[in-house]
């Protein structure tokens, strides 16, 4: 069965520094990763995804995000956070050989920026 | 401008009573979905449909229907049934149900019980 965990249900980081929220995952086969932002009361927003080649990819928003296979995971990053990254951010997974299934979402981590 | 519109932005259900949600898509995408996001567990997938007049249960879809008449057309029809109905309510859409693609979402419908 596939699934995704995000061990986070916060977290907070100041103006100018860097940033991480961790995802990491499990599918019987290869993975295809996204990741999504939520600002309150609105719909999720695309950020990025890993589909396959270079295990670092970028996104919106000077996010990136970096596959690692041996350690099933697929972490979110900024190098510099800024105040309005503040928001919920969602990752999702897809086994790359069941075409046809719906993204399985992570519970979501509430990313908090002081100024 | 593209996109997938929801409506209402909010709506209340009396107890007995089913509602119905919109969800339109102008972006010619194939595959629709309905999530529940309640506070602290993520989205819940409730019914999806891959083209038109076709649509499979997902993992929560007791005490609610849907219909795919239309490929723009995806409404959820949240039943008497459904004991606890107070949620956020999300549509989306992709090109197809292929794996690689990214769902594109609405801005969602709050549900409450009056």
């Known amino acids: 069965a596939q699934s995704v965990a995000q061990p986070e249900d916060q977290v907070n980081v100041a103006e100018g520094n860097p940033l991480t929220v961790k995802c990491t995952y499990s599918?019987?086969?290869?993975?295809?990763l996204f990741w999504y932002v939520q600002y309150p009361n609105r719909g999720l927003q695309f950020l990025l995804k890993?589909?396959?080649?270079?295990?670092l990819v970028k996104g919106s928003y000077g996010f990136e995000a970096e596959f690692n296979k041996s350690q099933t995971s697929f972490h979110l990053k900024k190098p510099s956070a800024l105040v309005s990254d503040s928001a919920l951010y969602f990752c999702?997974?897809?086994?790359?050989?069941?075409?046809?299934?719906?993204?399985?979402f992570g519970k979501g981590t509430t990313l908090s920026v002081s100024s | 401008d593209g996109g997938i519109t929801q409506s209402p932005k909010y709506l209340f259900r009396k107890e007995g009573q089913n509602v119905t949600l919109s969800c339109e898509q102008n972006?010619?995408?194939?595959?629709m979905y309905w999530y529940r996001q309640d506070p602290g567990q993520g989205l819940r997938l409730i019914y999806y449909?891959?083209?038109?007049?076709?649509?499979q249960k997902g993992d929560i879809a007791e005490g609610y229907s849907v219909s795919r008449e239309k490929k723009e057309s995806f409404p959820l029809t949240v039943t008497s049934a459904q004991k606890n109905p107070t949620a956020f309510y999300l549509c989306?859409?992709?090109?197809?149900?292929?794996?690689?693609?990214?769902?594109?979402f609405g801005d969602g419908t709050r549900l409450s019980i009056l």
């Open positions: 972006l010619n995408h194939d595959a």
């Open positions: 999702a997974v897809r086994d790359m050989n069941q075409a046809g299934t719906a993204l399985i």
């Open positions: 989306a859409s992709s090109i197809t149900n292929l794996s690689n693609q990214p769902q594109h």
């Open positions: 890993y589909i396959t080649g270079d295990n």
């Open positions: 599918v019987s086969g290869n993975p295809y």
């Open positions: 449909s891959q083209i038109v007049n076709d649509f």
